[in-house]
């Protein structure tokens, strides 16, 4: 599981109080051993080896070796016919409190403790500063192990009286049971952490592995593994896809590229899937490159005459957003392929705002000095508030097709459009809508005064032939 700079960098931390405190109590240990009798002696160096300093749990270390003594116990103890090994990791709500660290390590001791009182000894502190391993026992079905999952997940849930207010975080767990999941310790602990990166992948609080939770796994590494490559093995199983965008006068005046991947051993993957995940690796910089660049070379491949009053609409996604040399990588595009700047749009998210907004703007700046075009994306769907649309200079706003769908027969859902339009006008923008499929929807959108749609109504995504033949013959 990926954990990001800042993730590491706490747990380095940890990791170091960790040693801190443990030199700290082997001198403080030191100095009183000479008092204390033999057997003392041993039960605080064995707790000292054996516990984690901040939650006084046992380590992973012994939660493996009492696994292994359940699993294939060494003396006469009776093998258990059924237990589940539970990893439960807390939500953002933990590494969101901003809390001095001490009082960050009180707070996991509590949650410890908290588990502690559940479940009794059978609660471990993981290697990961903010993971728990569980043991369940006498449990037999997936159903009860969630139901006593779900409540270990609000014990941990409960307010913490705060020096100000009440603090209070979440947390998430996988679960693999013992045997229909696994019979080795191994198997074990790998079911359950692949279903905790699905209960956090998904926001679901507890999750039990299962065969599709498991091929989702296996097909996310089948996809990582590809994207990881990507820089070697080239873009021969990429592809682009184009839809118009149409106006009020039915002219197609220009055109998305959206793309598309024939995975090796998986077959077609929808960018909805493998994008996400390329943002994640990063192999979205190369994917974005391929793509910027493709997306200008075909449509400067056009005739002269017909290709003046087009542009050409790519994705940009908040990674490729983020580089550096971005606007460098534009201009050097526009150059190589001889477009002419305002023949391009590119396609931005809400989010990129949301992160840095001073430098998203400054950068956006830049973009627009070039000369090409800004669209905002997906408007709508986002959680940022509206005040920065005025500040940056989107050429169009387009509207996320959930607000298209269906328009036609509510009330409420004319009304938010009518205020999307109005607002899209009032900032000097054009109003695109997305995902127009129906009759009715594109009737109510030219009498409000849309300016552009896209959608099935007038064009699925098509391969570039098909979009040119397009162009030649017009929309009906
Ligand atoms: P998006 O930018 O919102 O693209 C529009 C999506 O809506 C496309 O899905 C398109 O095929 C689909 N669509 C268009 N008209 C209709 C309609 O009438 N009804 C319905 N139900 N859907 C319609 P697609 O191609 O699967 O792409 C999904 C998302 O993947 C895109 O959403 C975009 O965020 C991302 N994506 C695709 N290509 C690229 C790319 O080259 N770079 C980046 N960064 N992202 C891309
Ligand atoms: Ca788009
Ligand atoms: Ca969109």
Redesign the pocket.
């Known amino acids: 599981m990926s954990a990001s700079s800042d993730e590491i960098s706490e747990q380095l931390e940890v990791l170091t109080d960790r040693l801190d405190t443990a030199e700290q109590n082997i001198e403080g240990l030191r100095s009183d051993l000479e008092d204390r009798s033999l057997e003392e002696k041993v039960r605080e160096l064995e707790r000292l080896v054996n516990r984690d300093p901040n939650t006084d749990l046992p380590i992973m270390r012994q939660f493996y070796l009492q696994l292994q003594h359940m699993l294939e116990p060494d003396d006469d103890t009776p093998k258990p016919s059924h237990l589940a090994v539970g990893l439960l990791r807390l939500d953002n709500g933990y590494s969101r409190i901003r809390n001095t660290r001490d009082r960050n390590r009180v707070l996991l001791f509590k949650t410890g403790d908290r588990l502690r009182k559940a479940i009794g000894d059978n609660v471990y502190q993981s290697d990961r500063f903010d993971e728990f391993l569980v043991i369940l026992r006498g449990i037999v079905t997936a159903e009860e192990v969630v139901a006593t999952a779900l409540e270990l997940l609000e014990e941990v849930a409960q307010p913490h009286a705060g020096p100000a207010n009440d603090i209070s975080f979440g947390a998430y767990i996988g679960l693999a049971l013992y045997p229909d999941h696994g019979e080795s310790r191994e198997d074990l602990v790998r079911n359950a952490e692949i279903a905790l990166g699905n209960a956090v992948r998904t926001d679901s609080r507890a999750v039990v592995y299962n065969d599709t939770v498991g091929a989702a796994f296996r097909e996310r590494e089948q996809i990582e593994y590809e994207l990881r490559r990507i820089s070697r093995s080239g873009f021969e199983n990429f592809s682009?896809?184009f839809?118009p965008f149409v106006d009020q006068n039915n002219v197609i005046r220009g055109g998305?590229?959206?793309?598309?991947w024939n995975h090796p051993e998986i077959g077609p993957v929808?960018?909805?899937r493998f994008?996400p995940i390329a943002?994640e690796g990063g192999a979205?910089r190369f994917?974005?490159q391929w793509?910027l660049y493709q997306s200008c070379r075909h449509i400067r491949e056009l005739p002269d005459d017909k290709r003046a009053s087009l542009y050409i609409s790519?994705?940009?996604?908040p990674q490729?957003f983020k580089q550096p040399d971005l606007v460098d990588r534009i201009g050097g595009i526009l150059e190589s392929t001889d477009l002419e700047a305002n023949q391009l749009n590119l396609?931005v998210?809400e989010t990129i705002v949301m992160d840095e907004p001073e430098n998203a703007l400054a950068k956006m700046k830049d973009i627009k000095s070039l000369g090409v075009r800004l669209a905002l994306?997906?408007f709508g769907t986002g959680y940022s508030s509206l005040s920065y649309l005025g500040q940056f200079e989107f050429d169009t706003l387009?509207i996320?097709?959930s607000f298209v769908d269906r328009v036609d027969e509510s009330d409420s859902a004319q009304t938010l459009l009518r205020a999307m339009l109005s607002m899209a006008r009032a900032f000097g923008m054009k109003a695109l809508a997305?995902?127009?499929?129906r009759q009715e929807e594109l009737d109510f959108l030219w009498s409000e005064g849309c300016d552009l749609v896209?959608?099935?109504?007038f064009s699925?995504?098509l391969p570039w032939t098909e979009f040119v033949e397009l162009l030649e013959k017009g929309v009906p």
């Open positions: 682009l896809v839809q998305e590229s959206l793309i598309r929808s960018p909805g994008i943002e979205i994917l974005g793509s790519v994705n940009l996604s490729q396609e998210t994306d997906d387009k996320d097709r997305e995902g127009v499929e896209q959608g099935y109504y699925k995504p």
